[in-house]
């Protein structure tokens, strides 16, 4: 080598530059539109999703998409992205970070995948372990998410409860179902004894405003039997299949058709 310049190198971005739709550029100082540095994520949040070469900030967490990113309201991004980063914030399976696909919780592509054992009263709703319904569905009071970036999903730091447009069993027989956070209760609910028909029930019993850390069980939604002008204080369990194909003679509850939103009677 005599110590002349030959010149520069050629620089040619390859397919995880281009990934997602990115259309990358090198003008001999700095990088831009490419997947690696942001482009595609559209972060108003993130410090320098152009890079110059060089630069002794290139590649810091929080440079390509905001610690946590414009659109998230959860600053936690282990909660969602645990296989990638841990509780501190540092990347810990560096094959799953920035290669072209989103890892979100297990990947298993489901809800459960980031929700894999909600707290409280869920584990009771979906798996209808108190056998007064069938298993809900996360529908029966959120509005499920057609994508992660959905408007009410991760732009939430808690999730919402009966949003406008969710759980049409919520608001069956015209109950206005509410979700009270600091009580942790929920009120006018179908499920739970709401609506235009049951409220007419006077049964000391029936508690329609129920915690969620609470129970529930035959008599809380209605009186055994309801306190009201359709039924006779005389009446027990084994008296409701008379009118109510839920119930058999026994005053065994069929969870098939009971709590279903189809109120069947005489």
Same mark, same amino acid.
């Given at each position: 080598?005599?110590?002349?310049?030959?010149? @520069?190198?050629?620089?040619?971005l390859?397919?995880?530059? !281009?990934?997602?739709?990115?259309?990358p550029?090198? +003008?001999?100082?700095?990088?831009e539109?490419?997947?690696?540095h942001?482009?595609?994520l559209?972060?108003?949040?993130?410090?320098?999703?152009?890079?110059?070469w060089?630069s002794a900030? +290139?590649?810091?967490?929080?440079?390509?998409?905001?610690?946590?990113?414009k659109?998230?309201?959860?600053?936690?991004?282990?909660?969602? !992205?645990?296989? &990638? &980063?841990d &509780?501190t914030?540092?990347v810990?399976? /560096?094959?799953l =970070?920035? +290669?072209? @696909?989103?890892?979100l919780?297990? %990947?298993?592509g489901? #809800?459960?995948?980031? *929700?894999?054992?909600p707290g409280?009263?869920?584990?009771?709703?979906?798996?209808?372990?108190?056998?007064?319904?069938?298993?809900?569905?996360?529908?029966?009071?959120?509005?499920?998410?057609?994508?992660?970036?959905?408007?009410? =999903?991760?732009?939430?730091a808690?999730?919402?409860v009966?949003? /406008?447009?969710s759980?049409t069993?919520?608001r069956?027989?015209?109950?206005?179902?509410? $979700? %009270?956070?600091?009580t942790a209760t #929920?009120?006018?609910v179908?499920? !739970?004894?709401?609506? @235009?028909?049951?409220?007419?029930?006077?049964?000391?019993t &029936?508690?329609?405003?129920?915690? $969620?850390t609470?129970?529930?069980?035959c008599g809380?939604?209605?009186?055994?039997?309801? /306190? %009201?002008?359709? *039924?006779?204080?005389?009446?027990t369990l084994s008296?409701? !299949?008379? #009118?109510h194909?839920?119930?058999?003679?026994?005053?065994?509850? %069929?969870?098939?058709?009971h709590?279903n939103?189809?109120?069947?009677?005489?």
């Amino acid at each position: 080598m005599d110590g002349s310049v030959i010149g @520069k190198a050629t620089v040619t971005l390859g397919a995880l530059a !281009h990934t997602a739709g990115a259309s990358p550029a090198y +003008d001999g100082m700095r990088c831009e539109g490419s997947y690696c540095h942001g482009a595609t994520l559209a972060d108003p949040a993130a410090r320098t999703t152009r890079p110059a070469w060089g630069s002794a900030s +290139d590649g810091n967490c929080g440079s390509c998409h905001g610690l946590p990113p414009k659109s998230h309201a959860n600053p936690r991004c282990s909660e969602c !992205h645990g296989r &990638v &980063v841990d &509780v501190t914030g540092v990347v810990v399976n /560096a094959s799953l =970070h920035v +290669d072209g @696909k989103l890892s979100l919780g297990d %990947d298993s592509g489901t #809800c459960l995948a980031c *929700h894999p054992t909600p707290g409280g009263a869920h584990a009771a709703h979906t798996t209808a372990s108190h056998r007064l319904s069938q298993p809900l569905g996360c529908v029966a009071c959120h509005l499920l998410p057609t994508a992660v970036s959905s408007v009410g =999903h991760i732009d939430h730091a808690q999730a919402e409860v009966f949003p /406008a447009g969710s759980s049409t069993l919520a608001r069956t027989n015209q109950a206005s179902p509410t $979700w %009270d956070r600091p009580t942790a209760t #929920c009120s006018d609910v179908y499920c !739970h004894g709401g609506g @235009k028909l049951l409220v007419a029930d006077t049964a000391a019993t &029936v508690n329609r405003r129920p915690t $969620w850390t609470g129970s529930a069980a035959c008599g809380s939604c209605h009186g055994i039997p309801p /306190a %009201d002008a359709a *039924h006779t204080p005389t009446m027990t369990l084994s008296d409701c !299949h008379r #009118c109510h194909r839920t119930v058999d003679a026994q005053g065994s509850i %069929d969870p098939l058709t009971h709590l279903n939103g189809i109120i069947d009677g005489p």
